[in-house]
Structures are given as C-alpha cells and as structure tokens.
C-alpha cells in the first residue's frame, strides 16, 4: 500500500514537472512582442531642400550728383513713388578756388582777344571802304571777331557753372538739381539737408542721394550649402516664406545659381537667385529675411506610407514590408518607392490602401515616445 502511494506520488511530480517544461516550451516559443499595424494613405509627397536669404528688388539704382557740394533741399522721403525726371534734391555748390581763378583768367582772356578782336574788325573795315581791300578779307574778320565773342561768352557761363552750378539757359538741366533717372518707389535717402556731398566721376562712385527701385520686380536672394547644390537647377518653382508676413507662401521660380561657391563660416556656399511673381495684395518690403523652399520633385495624391514601416534586404537592398494576414502574423512583400520628403515615401506597387504593415522599428519608437 505504501509503495503504491510513493509511486502514484513520483507519478504526479513527473507529469507537474513534465507541465511545467511544456508550458515553458510554448511561452519561449511565442514572440514576446505584439506588433502594431499602421495602414497606407493617399498624400502629396513634395521632395524640397531650403535656403535662406532676403528679399531684394530686382533692379536698385543709385541716384548719384554730377557736382560736389553741399545738399540744399529734399524732396522725397522713403516710400515715395517718382517718375523718370522728378526732382529729388538740390545741392549748394561750394567752389572750388583754383576752379574759380581757372575761370575768372578765362574771362579775362577772352574779353582781351575780343577787344583785340574788334580792334582789327574796325581796321579792316576802314580799309575795305578805302578799296584797299576785298570783300574776303573783310568778311574773314568779321568771322574771327564772331568767334571771339563766342567765345567770351562761353567763358561767362564756364564762370557761372563753377561758381553756381548753373547757368542761363540750363534751368532743367543744371547740375544742382538731381532728378530721377527711372520710374520706381524711394526706398531711402541717405543724406540729410546740410549734407556734403561728392560728384561721381572717373576716380569716385560719388554719393548716393536716394535709392530707387521697380517694388513690382522682387527677388529673392539667398545661399545654399554646397551638399545640396548638386540636386538644384534653374527653372525649379520655389515657395518663399518671409517671416515678417505670416502664413503667407510666395511662389517663386529659381533663375541663378552661382558658378562658384565661397568659404563662409569653413562651408562653401553657392548664390542663388529666384524671381518673385507679382503680388497685388501683400506689399513686401525690400530687405525683408526669407526662407525658400526648392521644390526637386512633387507627386500629388500618391499612395505612401511611412518611411520608417519601410526594411531593406541585407543582400539585394531592395525595399520590403510586412504585410499583415492574420493577427501578428506577417508575410514579406517587396514595394517600388518613389519619392520621399524624409517623412513618408510613394509607394507605387506591392500594396494598397487596405492593407496593414508591421511597424518593425520598435525600439526607436519606444525612444522617440521617452
């Protein structure tokens, strides 16, 4: 009796211990992690590198005096639109000394040869109505006492304009008088009445009086590192966001990219420039700090999933996912991509809208959601 009860004991510790192994046995064979599924979608995929810069006119042109001096009068402010031939300021001549002796000596030597001049006139002409003389010689002094009036006069207003910057008969085109040269808005006045200003000439750019440019002709000017310039060409639209005007997008369209690059902050970067299309509604104002986005590449309405639910073969590197079909179990089927904004990618064949994908990554979601 007793040893029938030992064995019947054994018995059970055998198939507890046999339970307990086979129970185990099913737990190691189970995967420990419950996948989770996200679905595809229908979005637009826009492939885009940035820039920054500023917005500039597309022509600025500095209105510079063609006489020294000091400013007089201003006429315009910023902000203000001229037409071509508007007068913008008026400079005070301040001679110069050996300019003005220059011209007063010239005077004095043509008032000399005029006299002389019609000293010679009266003698010939007194020899003339003697019959002494012809005709020819007659009208040949009568010429040079002509020209030696002229010039004496030309001396005067040679006079006029050193010391005054003008003279009779220039009224509208005298050199104190600075006038818009094109048709656009002020966009500054650098000078201010009493100012001392320079004429620009051979030697010296002069000073600028105002800055005029066409408002209606923007551009956006702006820099682009060197990683990237090799996926941008010309012709590409832009969307440029100025951060001064909110949740506003202007379109744009890249028309330069700079054949050399510079060293800037021990980065070579390269110039771009991209025309603005004219906005009627929204004024921007010249100077303004702007971001461009180069759109490289648009799908519209394109089936994409998540880049991340993406894998990649470690032999051929072609693309894959996991298809859901049935709970947590997954099949292997390859995907054409297309394009990527880093986020999501097109998908172009290997799935549909209904199908689920495994989200594999899941250590990096864990990390991403800590």
Do not use: C, H
Not at 139 to 145: C, D, K, L, P
Not at 237 to 247: F, S
Not at 327 to 334: C, S, W, Y
């Amino acid at each position: 009796m007793k040893k029938r009860i030992t064995i019947i004991i054994l018995l059970l510790i055998v198939a507890s211990f046999g339970g307990a192994m086979y129970y185990l046995y099913q737990k190691n064979a189970e995967d420990p992690i419950t996948y989770e599924t996200e679905g595809a979608s229908i979005q637009t995929i826009v492939k885009k590198t940035m820039a920054t810069g500023s917005i500039l006119p597309l022509e600025e042109v500095l209105i510079k005096p063609n006489i020294s001096g000091v400013i007089e009068e201003i006429y315009v402010e910023g902000g203000d639109y001229v037409k071509s031939g508007d007068l913008l300021a008026k400079i005070k001549i301040v001679p110069n000394l050996n300019a003005l002796n220059d011209a007063s000596n010239g005077i004095q030597d043509a008032k000399i040869n005029l006299n002389d001049q019609n000293r010679n006139y009266e003698r010939q002409k007194t020899l003339f109505d003697k019959g002494v003389i012809s005709q020819v010689d007659l009208e040949r002094a009568q010429v040079t006492r002509d020209q030696a009036k002229q010039s004496y006069s030309a001396a005067n207003k040679r006079y006029d304009i050193v010391k005054t910057g003008t003279t009779s008969g220039y009224g509208n085109s005298a050199n104190t008088l600075i006038r818009a040269t094109v048709n656009g808005m002020v966009l500054e006045v650098p000078v201010e009445v009493g100012n001392q200003v320079i004429e620009s000439n051979n030697f010296n750019e002069g000073t600028t009086i105002a800055a005029i440019a066409d408002i209606d002709k923007m551009i956006f000017e702006g820099k682009i590192d060197e990683s990237e310039v090799g996926k941008v060409k010309e012709n590409l639209p832009l969307e440029i966001t100025v951060g001064a005007i909110e949740n506003k997008v202007f379109p744009a369209v890249l028309d330069y990219i700079a054949p050399k690059g510079k060293a800037e902050n021990g980065a070579i970067q390269f110039e771009i420039k991209g025309t603005l299309k004219k906005q009627d509604a929204v004024f921007i104002r010249a100077g303004l700090s702007a971001n461009a986005s180069i759109i490289l590449a648009r799908a519209d309405s394109v089936l994409s999933i998540k880049e991340a639910l993406v894998q990649y073969d470690d032999k051929t590197k072609k693309p894959f996912v996991e298809k859901a079909i049935g709970e947590q179990k997954f099949e292997r089927t390859a995907i054409e991509l297309g394009i990527s904004d880093g986020i999501n990618v097109e998908v172009k064949s290997g799935i549909n809208l209904k199908d689920k994908i495994k989200v594999w990554n899941i250590l990096i979601k864990e990390e991403e959601s800590n």
